[in-house]
């Protein structure tokens, strides 16, 4: 599938960190015409994708049997001893604030002065720690609605690899060279065959907001539940739960200066009609892995407890999907609770938790 490129010499040296459905993909889409040269991060699929590749099924790309980037590293480390300075860090993988390591400790061994960072991740708010760490750097927002899972190294790909990309930060603080390193970056990425589409986003935080529309209410619903969106969809309709949490993620953009376009709430209603597909939260919990509810919904949350707004439904949702979170936690050993502290007090319980437990 690859087609000269680049000179070899010319090439941007390209890290992608997270091997997920979205990062794979990103990594495929760099690879197509060969105008860089794709490093990516494997974790847990490092022994399967090392020897067998990746079979990915993507209805932008095809069906394609044991594909594998230029290069693959089993950390961000070996990557940047064995193939680095990269001109871009793509970081694809979850973010989960609350849980063993932040984005900014993962790809910090990668981090040069030449890096631009781009954050192709779900949630808000989550480009200020990363500012604070890497002030120097270019950081962009990278928004997809690929609709991509990895199942053990098969990547199920059921959305378009259509990609949103822009500065976090207002026009007057930006970087002299940030439209410079965007134009290159959409460069390498976009296909010329036409199966992808790039495009510059004047105003990433509005897109984030909109993309909230979607994940505040399916990700996180269908996760707690463990359903797929068709099946929640067709048991209780829209009515009754889904356009009214959407109503109130709207309410907290507003609240925040954010007008989301109003024909956002039922593009996202329909735009899985028939697919059956299950959101990557709705994944994580299957996998029994933590899912990134606080960038998600804690954040947003956050917003509209500062601001006044009324949130009923996705408060709910929250301190219920806060019970699964920790249940995962705990049966994953990210801490463990000490019954003889407890003596059978509720509110005592709690008490103890949030002073050992939620630093």
């Known amino acids: 599938m690859t087609v000269s490129g680049e000179p070899a010499e010319n090439k941007p040296k390209v890290l992608v960190v997270g091997s997920g459905g979205v990062g794979t993909i990103c990594a495929l889409s760099l690879t197509v015409r060969d105008r860089s040269e794709v490093t990516l991060v494997v974790r847990s699929d490092y022994d399967q994708v090392t ?4 079979t990915i099924n993507s209805c932008t790309y095809g069906k394609i049997e044991g594909w594998r980037p230029h290069h693959i590293a089993k950390s961000v480390t070996e990557a940047r001893e064995k193939y680095g300075e990269f001109d871009y860090i793509l970081v694809t993988t979850k973010n989960i604030p609350d849980g063993q390591y932040t984005c900014e400790e993962i790809i910090k061994p990668a981090v040069s002065e030449k890096s631009t ?44 690899d259509n990609v949103f990309i822009g500065d976090f930060k207002p026009e007057a603080e930006r970087n002299p060279n940030s439209a410079k390193v965007i134009e290159k970056f959409i460069h390498i990425y976009q296909n010329d065959n036409g199966l992808n589409k790039i495009q ?21 619903i269908t996760a707690l539940v463990d359903l797929d969106v068709s099946r929640a969809q067709t048991f209780i309709g ?10 109130e993620v709207i309410a907290i953009a507003k609240s925040a200066g954010v007008e989301v376009t109003p024909t956002i ?14 959101p990557s939260m709705c994944v994580d ?12 919904l804690g954040n947003p949350l956050k917003i509209a407890a500062k601001n006044g707004v009324p ?5 709910t949702v929250y301190q219920l999907l806060t019970l699964v979170q ?20 509720s509110d005592k319980a709690n008490e103890i938790f949030r002073e050992h437990y939620k630093h």
């Open 51 to 54: 020897s067998k590749g990746f």
């Open 117 to 160: 960072i781009i954050l192709v991740q779900n949630g808000l708010s989550i480009e200020e720690p990363m500012i604070k760490e890497f002030p120097n750097n270019i950081i962009l927002s990278g928004i997809t609605l690929i609709g991509s899972t990895n199942y053990n190294g098969v990547i199920e790909n059921k959305g378009p």
């Open 200 to 220: 510059v986003d004047t105003d990433v935080q509005k897109t984030r907001w909109e993309k909230l529309v979607y994940n505040c209410v399916f990700n996180t």
């Open 238 to 247: 829209n009515d009754t739960l889904f356009r009214p949490a959407m109503k």
């Open 265 to 278: 709430p039922e593009k996202f209603i329909h735009i899985g009609d028939g697919l059956f597909y299950s």
């Open 285 to 296: 919990m299957r996998k029994k892995q933590p899912m990134e509810l606080e960038v998600i």
């Open 311 to 315: 949130t009923p439904i996705l408060s």
């Open 326 to 345: 920790y249940r995962i936690k705990e049966a994953n050993g990210l801490f463990t609770i000490d019954k003889s502290l407890y003596k059978g007090d």
